[in-house]
């Protein structure tokens, strides 16, 4: 879909906070080295005024200057650079700072046609700001590798948790190398949102694209561009979104009101990205017999044969969590 003036704005703004943060970030690095090294001002200082002199001196026919010049500026940035190592500083502390380096905090790249384009960072703000994604944002704050613990997991349980963190952490690492999708299913609270928050938080700071829906979220949305005719323009970007992001979560299969609407927008959904080489992760709370019995033959037959599965079980985590902080407190 797309932005909203105001959207667009909101965005570009952002933008233009972030390199007025890090300007004054290296303008005060730039200070304190100044305030630390001596002579290091006089060296910074000296380059505009070779400068004006090698132009002065190419103005009056002299071929060489542009040469000395290259020669004068890199032993000045030696110098500095031997400097601000002698003080402990890093050689490239005085370097622009840009939060994205692809782009250098613009949103916008120039692609191998010459052509300009958004950024990844930049594809990734609309996502947050047209998909709603403040609930993945807040989630993978508090549930990520960080956070995680094996602690509420016994016997079985514990080695299937502790193959499903392998498992993520591999999807994570080979990543776009090919198109690999996962199923996390099994009983209630087991940590199978949790793991695909761990996923979702990696790959967005690597620069992905992650859209996250809850299952009854995802259909609603779909159902809402389906069948409203003046909406047929908003399903078509949707839809070249959902298809075509880096990962798609859907999370908590099977909680949706299940019918043939959502029967066929779902295959239809699966089917496309496998097309495209685009990778899924599904969570759910249904059984493999649940999963073949509420949707399709062509969904099941999908799942089984192009997803990663994985089960976890055990006691509900949430639960075991609240039982705990109460005996805490009533011991306190």
Same mark, same amino acid.
């Given at each position: 879909?797309? *932005? ?190 949790? *793991? ?50 880096? *990962?798609?979560?859907?999370?908590? *299969? ?79």
């Amino acid at each position: 879909m797309a *932005l909203s003036n105001s959207q667009y704005e909101a965005i570009t703004k952002k933008y233009e906070r972030t390199r007025d943060i890090n300007r004054v970030l290296v303008e005060n690095r730039r200070d304190e080295v100044y305030r630390t090294i001596p002579g290091f001002r006089e060296l910074a200082d000296s380059v505009s005024s070779l400068s004006v002199s090698a132009a002065r001196r190419m103005l009056e026919g002299d071929s060489l200057a542009p040469e000395h010049l290259h020669q004068q500026l890199q032993e000045i940035t030696s110098r500095q650079k031997k400097l601000l190592a002698q003080y402990g500083f890093s050689a490239d502390y005085l370097e622009p700072v840009y939060t994205c380096a692809d782009c250098r905090d613009t949103g916008y790249i120039i692609a191998s046609d010459g052509t300009r384009e958004k950024c990844y960072c930049f594809r990734q703000e609309e996502i947050r700001l047209l998909y709603s994604q403040s609930h993945i944002q807040d989630m993978i704050e508090q549930e990520n590798f960080s956070t995680l613990s094996y602690q509420y997991y016994q016997g079985d349980d514990l080695r299937r948790f502790e193959a499903a963190v392998q498992l993520s952490r591999k999807f994570i690492q080979n990543f776009g190398n090919d198109c690999q999708n996962l199923f996390f299913y099994g009983t209630v609270g087991t940590g199978k949102s949790f *793991l695909s928050g761990c996923i979702a938080r990696e790959l967005l700071q690597q620069g992905r694209s992650v859209i996250y829906f809850s299952a009854a979220g995802l259909f609603d949305t779909l159902a809402r561009y389906s069948f409203d005719l003046k909406s047929k323009s908003l399903l078509y970007d949707f839809c070249e979104d959902l298809y075509g992001c880096d *990962l798609l979560i859907i999370d908590d *299969l099977g909680t949706e009101t299940t019918n043939s609407f959502i029967t066929s927008q779902l295959f239809s959904c699966l089917n496309e990205r496998h097309l495209r080489g685009s990778s899924t992760l599904i969570s759910t709370n249904l059984t493999l017999e649940e999963l073949r019995d509420r949707y399709s033959d062509r969904i099941f037959s999908r799942i089984t044969s192009h997803f990663t599965l994985c089960k976890l079980t055990g006691a509900d985590i949430r639960i075991l969590k609240k039982r705990l902080a109460k005996e805490i407190y009533t011991t306190a």
